[in-house]
């Protein structure tokens, strides 16, 4: 097992400043996912854990030793980790087993244990009974799980896997999430994990690491990032969420435009960005707001509804479809706040407003 131990890392192409230091710690065992939108700096990040890449400044250890930083740098052969790649790359030509025992083959393993440990990670990601296949012959999971049962067969420390499941579809991503949280307790180790997609972050990790432009936002538990966003942009990101511009006061939020307020008991005065998710809002006589149904939809499992404050003011809010079922389009209501996330209109803030509006 492995931790990782990422000190103020830098990495710049160019002029271009693409990660700026960047400091986490991975613990043994842990599951840690790199979430944030396209371009953010994920795979770089990676690259560096890797070694493909040397960070412009700053350093990275495992288990306290340096791998990259000053005049150190370990090349990836060196690191003892598996990768994963998105484009999952298996050679067309080998079978099943050959693609998984190759690591071992140019290591020059025995026969015989290469034979065991082929046979042990084939079980782990349930592919036993398609060892003599080629490739073409697989499904596309079946495929990404030949990859990474090669990334897995010379039992590296750390795995890390870039947006493995991105080309399979959404049923077997699904079931994929699944199988590799299964297959890293299974041989108990680190497994560093890139993803844009939060729910599947939000499924699979241990802990986040939320980045945005380069730079880590927040890192915490999945319950922590979504229950506690530390800015609008995290709660943005991971999860569905609407804000509203606001004037904090003692005891109270008056909402911008539409003449409402809400009860508020936090530290902030003065202008607020106030984010109040979906889930947040319950309709029930006497709630704090008050508007009309703008649009719903019935989608089953919930109700999806928009409902217009007044002054081009909305929010949104995902019903029980029991408690709802009589909910029409230009119905007054009147809707409980279960919880709101307010931010001070900072810098951040007021740059994050300018995206939204
Ligand atoms: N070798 C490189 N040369 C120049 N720019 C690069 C290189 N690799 C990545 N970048 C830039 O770094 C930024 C982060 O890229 P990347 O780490 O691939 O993001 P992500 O994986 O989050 O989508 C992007 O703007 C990308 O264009
Ligand atoms: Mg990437």
């Keep these: 097992m492995a931790s990782v131990k990422i000190q103020g ?9 693409v990660l700026e230091t960047f400091d986490a710690t991975f613990e043994n065992g842990e599951f840690v996912t790199l979430l944030g939108p396209s371009g953010c700096g994920k795979t770089t990040m990676l690259r560096i854990i890797a070694g493909f890449e040397k960070p412009t400044a700053g350093s990275v250890s495992f288990d306290d030793k340096v791998v990259s930083g000053g005049k150190v740098f370990l090349p990836p052969e060196k690191r003892d980790i598996g990768m994963v790649f998105q484009s999952y790359a298996v050679w067309p030509h080998m079978t099943v087993y050959d693609n998984v025992a190759y690591p071992l083959q140019i290591k020059k393993v025995g026969k015989q244990t290469i034979k065991q440990k082929v046979d042990r990670v084939l079980a782990a990601v349930h592919l036993s009974q398609y060892a003599e296949r080629i490739p073409s012959q697989l499904s596309g999971g079946q495929q990404q799980r030949v990859a990474l049962a090669r990334a897995l067969v010379a039992s590296p420390a750390l795995l890390l896997l870039d947006e493995p499941l991105s080309n399979l579809d959404a049923k077997l991503r699904e079931s994929m999430r699944f199988e590799i949280k299964e297959i890293q307790k299974d041989y108990g180790i680190t497994v560093v994990y890139v993803t844009h997609d939060q729910t599947e972050a939000m499924a699979m990790s241990d802990r986040i690491v939320v980045i945005n432009r380069g730079v880590i936002q927040q890192i915490g538990s999945p319950k922590e990032i979504y229950t506690n966003p530390s800015n609008p942009f995290v709660a943005d990101f991971v999860g569905k ?11 109270v939020i008056e909402l911008d435009g539409c003449g409402q307020s809400l009860h508020y008991d936090g530290a902030l005065r003065g202008r607020v960005l106030v984010g109040i998710r979906p889930e947040q809002l319950q309709f029930a006589e006497g709630g704090e707001l008050h508007g009309t149904v703008k649009s719903h ?9 928009r409902i217009d404050l007044g002054g081009g003011k909305e929010v949104r809010i995902i019903a029980d479809p029991f408690e709802s079922a009589d909910v029409k389009a230009g119905m007054q209501v009147s809707l409980r706040v279960r919880g709101c996330h307010v931010y001070a209109m900072d810098e951040g803030a007021e740059d994050f407003r300018k995206i939204l509006t």
């Design 241 to 251: 969420i609407e804000f509203l511009e606001g004037t904090a006061k003692d005891g």
């Design 297 to 305: 939809f019935y989608l089953g499992d919930v109700n999806d509804c």
């Design 9 to 17: 890392v830098t990495k710049a192409f160019g002029s271009a400043v």
